[in-house]
């Protein structure tokens, strides 16, 4: 397994990566098109397709600070689902030796528990801080979401520091 990073949208895999992007998430937890191009060069930001050989099997987005890694998207392909790719692609973040760090939905259903349970199957915990995740579209409201961390639950410091980088840095003009 392995990661390519794309860095600008003439890449070859653009299209078909925003493709299972779109299909993935709601619509309220993407980026604009403009925006999600504009940040594909910033040097903290990976947009990395994942790769079992040459087989495209599935995309993660993440932000890498000198102090943690950010995974603000991670989908697997539905076909390829259930394969151990997911688990594979997090322990290949694993090895970066920093803080993991993610958003998932409260688990207030069973999609929503079942992926809490495999990030607990890999080795992330929850966080009792309450998360509001800023809205990527100005007619959205922040919606909550439960940060999960790996290799163990982050202080309140670190937590801080997460809030006012993604408020800071990874929101920043996500509007037109």
């Known amino acids: ?19 299972l992007y779109r299909i993935s998430f709601p619509q309220h937890e993407q980026r604009e098109a403009f925006s999600q191009e504009r940040i594909l060069s910033d040097g ?18 993440y932000w890498e600070t000198g102090d943690f890694l950010y995974i603000e998207h991670f989908c697997i392909r539905p076909e390829a689902r259930n394969h151990g790719y997911g688990e594979a692609a997090l322990n290949l973040m694993k ?10 939905d409260p688990p207030a259903d069973p999609v929503a528990e079942r992926r809490k349970g495999f990030y607990e199957r890999c080795g992330f915990v929850e966080n009792p801080y309450p998360h509001v995740h800023p809205p990527y579209h100005p007619e ?26 993604l408020g800071r840095r990874v929101m920043f003009e996500v509007f037109r």
């Open 1 to 19: 397994m392995n990661f390519d990073r794309i860095t600008d949208a003439p890449h070859p895999m653009y299209q078909k990566a925003l493709e």
């Open 44 to 61: 903290e930001y990976h947009f990395d397709l994942i790769y079992d050989g040459a087989d495209f099997v599935g995309l993660i987005l």
């Open 95 to 104: 090895e970066k030796k920093k803080t993991l760090i993610l958003e998932i």
């Open 140 to 165: 959205n409201a922040g919606h909550a979401l439960v940060v999960m961390t790996y290799p163990g639950v982050i202080s309140e410091e670190e937590y801080h520091n997460f809030a006012e980088h």
